[in-house]
Structures are given as structure tokens and as C-alpha cells.
């Protein structure tokens, strides 16, 4: 995203917190939805709560996004705003399996949803329940800086999950046609 855009949305967004005024920081999050700053304004526009309304069908278009971070986005704000879960659930929980050995942001963003949501689609705890359990590291670590071992962060995160959501029996795979359950092999 760009710096200026970013901070016009955390002003816009800081402007509507202390005033209560939504019309600066919809407007900003109007044109970030209408332009290349799409996918990174998904997940931003939630932050409004209900004040957001006016802008759920920009965010529903986002369910079709490009990238898992703009699918996962969409959802995240659109659960905030409204608090639904039957449309928003089975999208963020397709994104919630660790795949191909990489933990990544849309990942990380999912799970954290799901813990916040306090729920998770039965269909998903298996997959889930073999990640957490694994004898061996599944997690490539990126970035060797020091910080927790990506694998120790992504199963720390399956955990909480797997302690706090209730299981609910939905469907999660048709959210998006690549979801694919993790298998343990790489």
C-alpha cells in the first residue's frame, strides 16, 4: 500500500474515534476501495464498526479478491461491522490451514479471526488438532532474525484457537476453490 494512503486511513480512522464522525473516514476508505489499494483497505475499513455500514457491498467484492490477505480482509471487516458469520466464517477458515511449510500473513490474519470470532467449522478441527500435535517442525522459518521460530508462532496461534472457538458444523473448503486440507507431507 502506499505510505500516504496508510496514513491518511490511520488519521481518517483516529479522526472518527475522537470526533465520532464517520463521513472523513468513509470517504478515505471509499477511494482506497475503488482504487489500487484495494486489498490492503479489505482488512482496514472494520475498524469503523457499525459506522462502516455504508460500505459492505465494496467489502463484499472482496470475498472474490486476488489474494488470500484481501479475501481474509474483506471477511475480517465485514464481521466487525456486522457481526455475521455464515458468509465470513467459511472464507477466513479456508485461509486458516498451513498448506506448503509457510506461515503467511493471510494465515496468521486468519487464525487470529477465528480465535477473535471464537469459532471454527468442525470440518476444519482435524487439520488443525495434526498441525497443533506434529512431532516435527511443518513451519519453514523465513526469517532467522532471532524472533520465535515461525513454526513455535504458528502453533502457539492453532492452539489458542483450537482452546477458545466453539466448533460449529459448516462448511469451510467452498470459500475458495485452492483450499486445500493440510496433509502433514510437504
Not at 59 to 71: Q, V
Not at 88 to 109: C, E, F, S
Request: with cysteine; net charge neutral.
Amino acid at each position: 500500500q502506499d505510505d500516504d494512503f496508510a496514513f491518511a486511513c490511520v488519521a481518517a480512522t483516529a479522526h472518527f474515534r475522537a470526533t465520532g464522525n464517520p463521513a472523513l473516514a468513509l470517504d478515505v476508505f471509499r477511494r482506497g476501495l475503488a482504487g489500487r489499494d484495494k486489498a490492503w483497505t479489505y482488512g482496514r475499513v472494520g475498524e469503523l464498526a457499525s459506522a462502516a455500514n455504508p460500505l459492505l457491498p465494496a467489502l463484499a467484492a472482496g470475498f472474490g479478491g486476488e489474494t488470500g490477505w484481501a479475501r481474509v480482509g474483506a471477511a475480517a471487516s465485514i464481521w466487525r461491522i456486522t457481526g455475521r458469520t455464515e458468509d465470513t466464517l467459511p472464507v477466513v477458515a479456508a485461509h486458516a490451514l498451513i498448506t506448503d511449510g509457510h506461515y503467511t500473513a493471510a494465515q496468521k490474519h486468519a487464525v487470529r479471526l477465528l480465535t477473535d470470532m471464537r469459532l471454527v467449522p468442525e470440518a476444519l478441527l482435524p487439520a488443525l488438532r495434526q498441525f497443533a500435535d506434529a512431532k516435527r517442525r511443518l513451519v519453514h522459518d523465513g526469517s532467522n532474525d532471532g524472533t520465535p521460530h515461525d513454526d513455535n508462532v504458528a502453533r502457539t496461534a492453532v492452539r489458542n484457537l483450537l482452546a477458545s472457538a466453539t466448533a460449529i458444523p459448516i462448511p469451510f473448503a467452498h470459500a475458495e476453490p485452492d483450499a486445500q486440507q493440510w496433509s502433514g507431507h510437504r
